[in-house]
């Protein structure tokens, strides 16, 4: 009995020596697999297997894993310490006080997958000089430094929230593009994240970030690269510009989106088809919205008078934004719609031409500002009319909704979601259009159960979001049940798949990493390398030849 338990002991001694490799090795998987990838993958699982198979004959009187707790198996031991906690950064393409939809969302959508705590995440968004300020930010809002940019964006996100959530902040410096009216990267912005804290990276509008992208490949830096689609792009160039840019910028979009993405997910069917691409509605609305509908909901049950106003939109004051075709079903219909006032609030660079196109309209069409959806000026508006057919999943729309409002919206794929909700009405023409206007104005909005407001949620965006992407099931390393031949590995379509992709990428790095050719394809100028105004700024060091380099 002594020797036996003599052996034992020199068991469990050999099993705990082995844990603290297995966890060393296990601690070091980040760093690792940005040099072996998913050779690293293949090494490990050789490993697992090794050990599961030397462990089997010691499995005697005594289990030298006992002492784990409840881990009694080493299958277990090693599928608990491979479930690591997921890093994931967010890319986005604006911020605020910009109140556009790649600035609000993607910051709710950091808020609350670092919510529980089970997530580190990352928010890495655009920082601009003071000049690009001033022709993005409203109201000449402006920030000295990105320590004082941060600090407004928490504050405007608690103040809506109500929580402190704790995921971080980076920026990446940017430059405002006057003729795509958007913020386009400056440098190689992969390199704002650590090597070491590189696992997951989710672009919203990924074929924006990549456009111009010269730096290190995406699936390259990260173990999955996931893309978000919030715009719809071929739209915006078939009504500006022209069929044949359309055509061209659909072909490199779908190129790009394949070279640098595992995985996409387009908010509704009005984007382009893209390669390894699902459809699902990963947005949803602030509490604000919700609480406001609630208060119109008690409002309803007391017997009181919810809406004293009549109807109104609100958007980016541009004129692929819904404003045309508003004012045409406006001016077309002013006898059928006699009585009818119009409320519109958008700021932006066609906001004169709107005023101007308003005021030949007989009916009452004021036109304001811009402003926070959630302000108290708009609680009492029942109807909400959004023409638009340019947005891929419309913010305001949702926001209208969550606030107990009807909406008269076009029938379009952008609507979709909205459509389970009875308070979204969608029309079909000109009449429809007029029809249902009248109606809404007749009407008291249906209040909204609690099941609808909680498909509204960011919470139920959060779920949609995971299982859309195939997080939900944390980030596991897959074993496979053998390695394959180096032959049979070369010929297989993934390595083929791979070696496509890296060509792809080479050219395409080769291309927009060239000053002119960058300019040629519609590259701000001198953005190849952020300049000494934006490395100052973010305390990023001096290019070593002209201009500077991100870190």
Not at 97 to 119: H, I, M, Q, S
């Amino acid at each position: 009995m002594v020797a036996k338990a003599k052996g034992d002991g020199n068991i469990l001694k050999i099993a705990l020596e082995i844990q603290v490799a297995v966890l060393f090795v296990l601690n070091k998987i980040d760093e690792l697999q940005s040099y072996f990838d998913s050779s690293f993958q293949q090494l490990l699982a050789l490993y697992y297997d090794f050990l599961k198979e030397s462990l089997s004959h010691w499995r005697v009187s005594v289990s030298p894993f006992h002492y784990i707790g409840p881990l009694t198996k080493f299958d277990n031991f090693i599928d608990v310490y491979m479930a690591k906690k997921q890093h994931i950064a967010i890319y986005t393409t604006a911020s605020l006080p910009w109140l556009t939809g790649t600035a609000v969302n993607p910051l709710f959508r950091a808020c609350y997958l670092a919510k529980d705590g089970e997530r580190n995440v990352t928010l890495v968004i655009p920082w601009l000089s003071p000049i690009d300020q001033g022709l993005v930010y409203p109201n000449n809002i402006y920030f000295k430094s990105a320590t004082e940019h941060e600090s407004y964006v928490r504050k405007w996100l608690e103040d809506r929230t109500k929580f402190v959530s704790p995921f971080n902040i980076k920026f990446y410096p940017g430059r405002f593009s006057t003729d795509k009216r958007s913020i386009l990267p400056v440098g190689d912005i992969t390199e704002i994240i650590p090597d070491e804290e590189a696992d997951i990276a989710v672009l919203e509008e990924p074929e924006h970030l990549t456009w111009y992208h010269h730096g290190r490949k995406w699936k390259a830096k990260f173990r999955m690269v996931i893309g978000v689609v919030h715009t719809n792009y071929l739209e915006y160039v078939r009504r500006e510009k022209n069929a044949a840019e359309a055509f061209l910028l659909k072909h490199v979009n779908s190129w790009l989106i394949s070279i640098y993405c595992h995985k996409v997910i387009r908010l509704s069917a009005a984007t382009q088809d893209l390669p390894k691409s699902v459809i699902c509605n990963v947005h949803g609305v602030s509490p604000k919205f919700l609480e406001i509908g609630k208060q119109k909901k008690e409002e309803h049950e007391q017997g009181k008078p919810g809406f004293s106003k009549g109807a109104y939109y609100i958007g980016k004051m541009i004129w692929i934004k819904g404003y045309r075709e508003l004012l045409k079903l406006l001016k077309n219909n002013q006898k059928e719609l006699a009585g009818l006032e119009v409320d519109l609030f958008g700021s932006g660079e066609d906001s004169n031409d709107v005023k101007e196109a308003a005021k030949k309209v007989k009916l009452p069409v004021r036109v304001h500002p811009g402003r926070d959806h959630a302000d108290p000026l708009f609680h009492d508006y029942k109807v909400f009319l959004n023409p638009s057919t340019t947005d891929v999943v419309c913010t305001t729309t949702a926001e209208a909704l969550a606030m107990g409002k009807i909406v008269v919206c076009a029938n379009h794929p952008s609507n979709e979601f909205f459509k389970q909700f009875p308070n979204c009405r969608t029309y079909d023409t000109n009449d429809g259009f007029v029809a249902l206007t009248c109606k809404a104005l007749s009407e008291e909005p249906a209040p909204l159960s609690d099941s609808q407001m909680h498909e509204l949620s960011w919470e139920a965006a959060t779920e949609r979001f995971l299982k859309a992407a195939e997080l939900d099931q944390g980030t596991i390393i897959k074993k496979p049940s053998k390695l394959p031949s180096t032959k049979l590995a070369s010929l297989s379509s993934p390595s083929m798949r791979r070696k496509w992709e890296d060509a792809s990428a080479y050219i395409h790095t080769v291309v927009v990493g060239n000053e002119l050719s960058r300019r040629a394809f519609g590259a701000i100028p001198d953005t190849l390398y952020p300049d000494e105004e934006l490395c100052r700024e973010l305390g990023l060091p001096s290019h070593p030849v002209t201009k500077c380099c991100t870190k």
